[in-house]
């Protein structure tokens, strides 16, 4: 059967309503998988993409492609109802392709925190899965409120994310884990460059001096060791150097809240040793 043929049947299908049973959904980024699921719509699911691998049932789903790169012959053989895009990753070529095939493509927006909640309970509504992602929406909301609270008035440090290190890659405001600093009372020292996720120099960093360095790159083992012999940075000298993990603090899902603890546990730290090195 040719791919016009079933684009054109898709797309006489497509002006229908949708079925009462649940749909069959494919999923175009990991976090988007993982979301489906805490909306307690995982047996929806009928396809997604590469590096879906939590929770351990996403292992098991056919592959479409990657972020990047979606075969739609391989998405038109699962007869989905619908797709889910992620528009920060999501190319905009591929959603057109899809919506020229007839598919019905639904964005799912997940810049901050607060996305979080509103794409589980989007998702809910579509798979009629919806008392159980209010459930895990209301879960995480009440979380990242306790975390606020917890650090409202704490003092402020100063903190250097990075993401990767060579080359040398941090986050600007704008980013989700900038927000998650914040929130545990940090400052982000590059919060101020307009790229999401620019390059940076040595040099810049030494500039800045950072109070604390939180690395979510996972492919360097010690990260203190790293930077060890930058004694010029006060983070090096007092050892606030911390590494995260990246799954939870780079995937938009439930678990940015399990990331959240981390990195407060962690500018707590940093607070407790740099007062124990100043005697204050």
């Keep these: 059967m040719s791919l016009r043929f079933i684009a054109l049947a898709l797309a006489f299908a497509s002006t229908a309503a949708w079925p009462a049973a649940q749909p069959r959904i494919i999923s175009l980024a990991p976090n988007l998988t993982e979301l489906v699921y805490a909306a307690g719509a995982g047996g929806t699911l009928v396809g997604t993409v590469e590096y879906s691998d939590y929770p351990d049932a996403a292992r098991a789903l056919p592959r479409v492609g990657d972020a990047w790169r979606v075969d739609p012959e391989r998405v038109l053989a699962l007869n989905p109802d619908l797709v889910l895009a992620w528009p920060s990753g999501t190319p905009v070529d591929t959603i057109r392709r899809l ?8 964005s799912i927006p997940t810049y901050r925190l607060a996305d979080v909640a509103t794409a589980l309970r989007t998702i809910g509504k579509i798979a009629g899965t919806s008392p159980v992602a209010e459930a895990s929406a ?70 800045r001096d950072p109070q604390v360095i939180l690395s979510t790159d996972d492919t360097i083992a010690d990260p203190l060791a790293l930077w060890r012999r930058w004694t010029r940075i006060a983070a090096v000298r007092d050892g606030t150097i911390y590494s995260m993990s990246s799954d939870t603090l780079t995937r938009a899902t439930p678990r940015l809240a399990d990331g959240a ?20």
């Design 99 to 106: 919506e020229s095939l007839g598919l019905r493509v639904v």
């Design 138 to 207: 209301t879960a995480f909301d009440a979380s990242v409120r306790r975390l606020r609270a917890d650090h409202a008035g704490a003092p402020v440090v100063s903190v250097f994310i990075e993401i990767d290190d060579e080359p040398l890659f941090t986050v600007n405001g704008r980013h989700v884990i900038s927000e998650i600093v914040e929130l545990c009372g940090g400052r982000n020292v590059f919060a101020e460059l307009p790229q999401l996720a620019p390059p940076v120099s040595l040099e810049a960093v030494l500039a």
């Design 261 to 280: 603890r981390e990195v407060c546990a962690a500018l707590d730290d940093a607070r407790a040793k740099r007062a124990g090195r100043t005697g204050r």
